[in-house]
């Protein structure tokens, strides 16, 4: 399928035109995990135009093999793929900028995040209307360690207290976002993890989703809670550097032809 196909729905969908929804699943080794998920998003958008872009970023568990043969029979599945592993950031960042729908909704690839939420976020912020510009979801009943939930916890009062994003959660992976307004954003590594206040800065309003979390059923997490708060902490007052650096937001209307 090339990048100018419109891509087939899901049973009782109706073509017309570009997909309606993008969803983004940027994954390293979730071969265990990746099928059902990518299952479980299908039944979800059913009857609607939608299109699912798993990154697999530089997997070494045969997970580009696995996603290859899942394409084969659903057209609405394009994957793409990273020849080294460049990071979870990166992963949602390549998945965005392939997608085409007007709404991109990203989720975590070990199945932890609930595809069911997918439909109410879409929902939520069509209804929020174009001065809100991301719909992030808030996750309750974690299903984590007692030391990650704790460092969560701290990281995300510490993030609202400096940055004022208004995001209980900035950490959950299900998220969903206007395409044009994800085009303007900065990127740096773990920007995923503060697309509150980056959407902030440009002017755009957040809403919020609850959504339970679910226990891993595959395998271990690859991307650690040591690298994230080493780094992290400089990410942070970088955001807050970039918030404070835009002054004001250009109001911006057309010059018409003289005489109308």
């Not at 983004?24 to 080794?29: F, G, L, R, W």
């Not at 039944?43 to 530089?58: H, K, N, Q, R, Y």
């Not at 007692?146 to 995001?167: E, M, V």
Request: hydrophobic share 40%; aromatic share 6%; net charge positive.
């Amino acid at each position: 399928m090339t990048a100018n196909d419109t891509p087939v729905p899901a049973e009782g969908a109706t073509v017309s035109g570009p997909p309606a929804v993008s969803v983004v699943i940027p994954a390293k080794d979730e071969i265990g995990n990746l099928p059902g998920l990518i299952e479980e998003i299908r039944s979800a958008l059913d009857g609607t135009v939608f299109e699912v872009i798993p990154v697999d970023d530089g997997s070494s568990d045969g997970t580009d093999r696995m996603l290859a043969e899942l394409r084969a029979t659903s057209p609405w599945l394009r994957p793409v793929r990273h020849a080294r592993a460049c990071g979870q950031s990166c992963a949602v960042r390549t998945g965005m900028l392939h997608a085409r729908g007007d709404i991109v909704v990203t989720i975590d690839g070990d199945g932890q995040n609930d595809p069911a939420y997918i439909p109410a976020m879409v929902s939520a912020l069509n209804a929020a209307g174009p001065s809100v510009g991301l719909c992030a979801g808030q996750r309750v009943g974690r299903k984590a360690t007692t030391f990650k939930r704790y460092a969560s916890r701290f990281a995300n009062k510490l993030r609202g207290a400096i940055l004022k994003d208004n995001t209980r959660d900035s950490g959950c992976g299900l998220k969903a976002v206007r395409r044009e307004i994800f085009l303007l954003l900065p990127y740096f590594d773990s920007w995923h993890r503060f697309l509150p206040a980056l959407v902030m800065r440009e002017g755009y309003g957040i809403c919020h989703v609850d959504v339970v979390d679910r226990e891993r059923r595959h395998g271990a997490s690859k991307y650690g809670v040591f690298d994230r708060a080493l780094i992290g902490a400089l990410d942070l007052f970088g955001v807050w550097w970039l918030r404070r650096r835009r002054k004001s937001l250009p109001i911006v209307s057309e010059i018409p032809v003289n005489g109308e």
